[in-house]
């Protein structure tokens, strides 16, 4: 069986309508009409804990962003485009209704459904600041109000809640950092005195962990210590982390720059902060509403806003650079021994999802250097693969077949960085609309990485080259072109991405996905994923400075599939030069057996 992940389905539709009930009590108990539960921690993170999965728990939805509304005679799953079909057949449509969010948000079902004089109420450490804004509105609007509780109500039903997680904290070497702790810290104080505030409460862990050069293990799939820190613009910050989860090692490496204090002593560290009357600077993006306030109520003032480590983070360093092209290399060789394996096998007929996950698995751990899969794997099969965030359970299992379309989605957790690709491949003969589809996704892909911008262009602006050659049949897909990528820390990062929301302008040294795709509800998926750097481009003549971007990511793209004939020819110069490099790094590296098959994999096109 799989070492790093769990096929496990324990969440089901049939569990939502007694849990759900017994909520819509307790809240009768305590006089309110409903209750929001968003599928977030008090970090406001991605991956959450055990003991924070109450979204999954109340409704049996296991994906990643989702928002529950829960009325006495009605509640609501909002979701966004990725988990349209999963939500619908994960939840008991009896008792939840799924909600495109592209067509109503949480706040306008809200506001369409809450009866007049309805109180919601809402647990203040899952909402940010702006989020409670637009929840004010929401229950305005439908004539109700809002109110906090100083227990999750969800918690309260849950007896056999998990316990909070409980992993050591360790020290993240300097080879792979590329910065001490105390130069990062200068760099923040510095941009904290530009901001004029006298203190920083860092409520993401993955800037915490990026600030000190630590990291943990208390969510699945990213190094993670859980914790908050406060950074004054003088003397020594303060780590807050369970003492249990508490290392010599860390401490030895922190050393003089912080002290740490046990958990419980944080809010009363905010309370003191505001007793001061400081400015304080809480991060829009991940800071509770719960934190504001604690220091208000104390007398201080809070500036909400950008954490600014968020963007120093976003930006790697040489070391860190280094680091993931090593980790790329590992990963790819790892990943085209996988490939040559299932083409091996899945013409038997006798391969499933979960056989392809275990088997990739396990060539990323006979590396001797994998330390976590980078985030649940995604192995669809025929009608799976249209499901874009489709995670496969012991009762969704399905067999790879013949004549049908396999995606797989699937990353790696290195020490010295954070991988993540996606493979579309045929098992026997594609139809032609399979190859059409396919290629323009490939024309998509192959837009951006050859893309060439000017200094302060967003992600926003390029999302669209992408989706150009599916617009021109069109088709388009409903997810973004692109994400952040973290240094051994979470695949997901921020606040650079390629999507139509992406508004940071691209920097050199940020690493993006590039992952166009297109999905036929109940036949196939499609998407080709690569990790690019940006970096810079000089152009002969030009007046302005220009980046583009580096792959990163080297493995086969599955050739049967490409139709040459709707492709440029410099489409087809950038897929065969990829394709050489591929050979040309892996060369030395696979067996004679391997080295075959990708010779054939990676022959030129036409």
Partial sequence: MARFQNFDDSTSPAQGPERIAKLRAELARRGFEGFVVPRADEHQGEYVPKSAERLAWLTGFTGSAGTA??????????????????????????????????????????????????????????????????????????????????????????????????????????????????????????????????????????????????????????PLPLGYAIIPLEGPASLFFDPAKMTNEAGAAVGDLAEFVPISGFQGALEELGHEGRKVRIDSATGAVALIRRIESAGGKVDVGADPVSLMKAVKNQAEIAGSRSAHLRDGIAVARFLAWLDREAPTGKLTEIDAVEALEAFRIETGALKNVSFPSISGAGPNAALPHYRVTGSSNRPIERNQIFLIDSGAQYEDGT???????????????????????????????????????????????????????????????????????????????IAKTGHTPLEIGMMLSNEPGYYKPGAYGIRIENLILVEPRTIPGGDREMFGFETLTFSPIDLRLVEPSIMTEGEIAWLNDYHAQVREKFATELDAETLAWLEQATRPVA
């Fill in 419 to 497: 991988t993540d690709i996606t493979r579309t491949i045929v098992v026997g003969e594609p139809t032609p609309e399979m190859k059409d589809r396919f290629t323009r996704v490939l024309k998509g892909h192959i837009a951006i990485a050859q893309a060439v911008f000017p200094k302060g262009t967003t992600g926003a602006q390029l999302d669209s080259f992408a989706r150009q050659p599916l617009w021109q049949a069109g088709l388009d897909f409903d997810h973004g072109t692109g994400h952040g990528i973290g240094s051994y820390l979470s695949v997901h990062e921020g606040p650079q991405r």
């Fill in 69 to 222: 509304v829960i009325l006495q005679s009605e509640a609501a799953l909002v979701v966004d485009g990725r988990y349209t079909v999963q939500a619908a057949e994960q939840v008991d449509t009896s008792v939840i209704t799924p909600v495109q969010m592209a067509e109503t948000s949480a706040e306008d079902w809200i506001a369409a459904h809450l009866p007049p004089g309805g109180v919601l109420a809402y647990d203040p450490w899952l909402h940010t600041s702006d989020g409670l804004k637009r929840l004010e509105k929401a229950v305005a609007r439908a004539g109700g109000s809002l109110a906090p509780v100083d227990i999750n109500l969800v918690d309260v039903i849950w007896v056999d809640r998990p316990a909070p997680p409980q992993a050591p904290v360790r020290p993240h070497p300097g080879d792979y950092a590329g910065e001490d702790a105390s130069s990062k810290l200068e760099r923040i104080r510095r941009k904290m005195a530009e901001a004029k505030v006298d203190a920083l409460v860092i409520s993401d862990p993955h800037n915490l962990a990026w600030s000190f050069n630590l990291r943990g293990g208390d969510v699945g799939h990213t």
